[in-house]
């Protein structure tokens, strides 16, 4: 009973296991409960009840108090018990046993998960109907003994055979579904930190190398949602099928999460061992998949920690390489990525600045800097490019580029992006009522669909008209999903805003979405800029052409980075619609902009020479 009781509770425990269906009352799996009540009963467990922490019961199969409650219930039933202080007062891993030899025995043992006790659980054992099934067996042999001894002993003995198998094939079954992941049937994380620190035990005596790979399935979650959840198991079964296919058999092969496998590479030669089995995953994992009726190739992200040198702990090696999977999922140059020390210190300074934008959303401690946008000769001040700023503990500021991909992968990005849209918006309203504003958008606050009536909102809340906005993408914005943004995108053009590519020149430069999305105007990036300065050649010919070409198309364009008159003039000879960089400005906070770029600029159309550059520049 013992045993029956640790397999019982090692099931419920595992991790992704049921044990929350009963704590919570919530389950994943609406057949949760109907798998171990089977269970449970083909390992001969008449009933069993759950108890939280605190010894309260939340769950009992059925009542042993009362008669007419005497019978299993779907859903289950509270009785209202609750375990002794003496119960809760023990520490670690234990069981309490009652077993008279008459009746049937019971079990009480806690739940632990990560070696914290998160519930309790009591088991009541079908003892006395084996004992009674038992006796009458024997007394029926007995009475047919006389007849025909063959009969009289063969049927009993076939019975109990048949019922032991059951029994044994429920505690088989137990025992895979505490060790193994139930999708994939590979071991799942709890068994592979304890066969890997099995393993990982004996480095020091036998001077063994191994590899531990943090294997990383990229954008399962858009899988998920483009072709549901179904499609999305499929995958994991077929991606696990081939890293079977291509793991040795003496190493370890891990489900560790929703799209996390690893592998424990044993007998590691050199680095060239580790290297040519990345290069099988990867070559079998990236083959298409057709799931009904679309081909998805599958792409991984692979990180490798070396034992002993990156770690003689599963816990260790599985840190270190996720770091280096992480770092591989921005540069894809390479099959894997190998562990390097620097990671953790980069890791560390990732979270402290994931820290810093998650209370500067809380304590809404964002600012934003406008930079001016001017005319063509820089005589006019036209608008203002919005651009958020956040300061450390210290008041220094942190570079966009630093904290805004952190907030992307975090999941912050929208409620910045809300945050941006409305405070330039406001803050436009103030000014005179010929200047602009434009934001920067994020691809990922196209991804919900919502934008379009958070940018009306806005702009109604402020009172301001859609054409003193401008919005800002990136092209690679319009070469992902390019249906469902460019909806997007004619909704936004129909409210009056402009909508512009940024950075032009830069990424994948195709002209295709050109025509396919009517653009209002086209930034050319920086470091077109740089490059003239620099010297190199046929930059002045790049720009004619992008001027002449988006001018054909009924596009603007702003040149942007421009920090001295001979850049000025070269542009306003091609014919630049619009100017910006320090040459005019750098970023200021609002409070700046009245007393500095509102009043160095003319507002109205003049024939007068341009202005001078700015101070600060």
């Not at 209002?520 to 620099?534: G, R, T």
Request: proline share 4%; with cysteine; net charge negative.
């Amino acid at each position: 009973m013992r045993t029956k009781g640790e397999n019982f509770a090692r099931l419920l425990t595992q991790p992704g296991g049921n044990v929350d269906a009963f704590l919570t009352g919530l389950s994943r799996d609406p057949d949760a409960e109907t798998d171990i009540r089977r269970l449970a009963d083909l390992a001969n467990i008449e009933s069993f009840a759950i108890f939280d922490r605190n010894g309260e019961e939340v769950y009992r199969t059925r009542s042993d108090r009362y008669e007419w409650l005497l019978r299993d219930r779907p859903g289950g039933m509270q009785s209202g018990d609750r375990l002794s202080e003496s119960v809760l007062a023990r520490k670690g891993d234990w069981q309490v046993v009652e077993d008279d030899g008459f009746t049937n025995p019971t079990v009480i043992m806690p739940l632990i998960r990560n070696d914290r006790t998160i519930g309790y659980v009591s088991m009541v054992g079908n003892m006395v109907a084996n004992r009674s099934a038992f006796k009458t067996t024997l007394a029926h042999a007995s009475a047919l003994l006389l007849v025909l001894i063959f009969f009289a002993t063969a049927v009993p003995l076939l019975l109990y055979i048949r019922r032991k198998r059951k029994i044994a094939e429920a505690d088989e079954r137990i025992i895979f579904l505490a060790n193994h992941d139930a999708l994939t049937k590979l071991l799942n994380r709890h068994r592979m930190q304890e066969e890997s620190d099995r393993v990982l035990a004996t480095v020091r005596a036998t001077r063994e190398r191994m590899a531990y790979l943090y294997i990383d399935i990229d954008e399962m979650s858009e899988i998920n949602d483009r072709l549901g959840q179904a499609a999305g198991d499929e995958i994991l079964r077929v991606v696990a099928d081939r890293l079977i296919g291509v793991v040795d058999r003496n190493d370890l092969l891990a489900r560790l999460g929703a799209d996390d496998f690893a592998v424990l590479q044993r007998r590691v030669a050199s680095q060239e061992d580790v290297a040519a089995l990345c290069k099988r995953i990867v070559d079998a994992v990236t083959e298409p998949v057709e799931i009904e009726g679309t081909t998805v190739t599958p792409s991984v992200s692979i990180g490798c920690a070396l034992a002993p040198q990156d770690g003689r702990t599963h816990s260790e090696l599985v840190k270190h390489a996720e770091l280096a999977h992480l770092q591989h999922k921005t540069d894809k140059s390479r099959n894997l990525i190998y562990f390097e020390p620097s990671m953790d210190e980069a890791m560390h300074h990732r979270r402290h600045i994931e820290g810093l934008v998650r209370r500067a959303l809380e304590n809404q401690s964002f600012e934003l800097f406008y930079q001016p946008i001017v005319n063509g000769d820089g005589s006019r001040l036209l608008g203002f490019e919005a651009l958020i700023r956040m300061r450390d503990e210290e008041g220094n500021q942190i570079s966009p580029a630093v904290f805004i991909p952190i907030a992307e992968a975090r999941g912050y990005i929208k409620t910045i992006g809300t945050w941006v849209i409305g405070e330039a918006v406001r803050q436009i309203a103030l000014w005179p009522e010929h200047l602009f504003v434009s934001v920067n958008l994020s691809p990922v606050q196209f991804g919900d669909g919502d934008l379009v009536s958070i940018v009306r909102s806005a702009l109604d809340t402020a009172g301001v008209d859609g054409s003193r906005l401008e919005i800002e993408v990136v092209e690679s914005l319009v070469l992902e999903r390019s249906d469902e943004i460019l909806a997007q995108l004619r909704e936004l053009k129909a409210l009056g805003i402009s909508i512009d590519m940024d950075d032009f020149g830069t990424g994948y430069s195709s002209l295709g979405y050109l025509w396919r999305f009517p653009f209002d105007k086209l930034k050319i990036d920086q470091s077109f800029m740089v490059a003239y300065e620099n010297g190199e050649p046929s930059v002045p010919q790049i720009l004619d052409t992008i001027v002449s070409m988006a001018h054909h198309m009924n596009m603007k364009v702003t040149a942007e980075g421009i920090e001295t008159r001979e850049q000025v003039d070269l542009l306003k000879s091609l014919g630049c619609d619009q100017l910006q960089g320090f040459y005019f400005g750098k970023p200021m906070p609002a409070e700046r902009v009245a007393s500095e770029a509102l009043a160095r600029f003319r507002h109205g159309p003049s024939d007068d020479s341009a202005v001078r550059p700015s101070a600060t520049a």
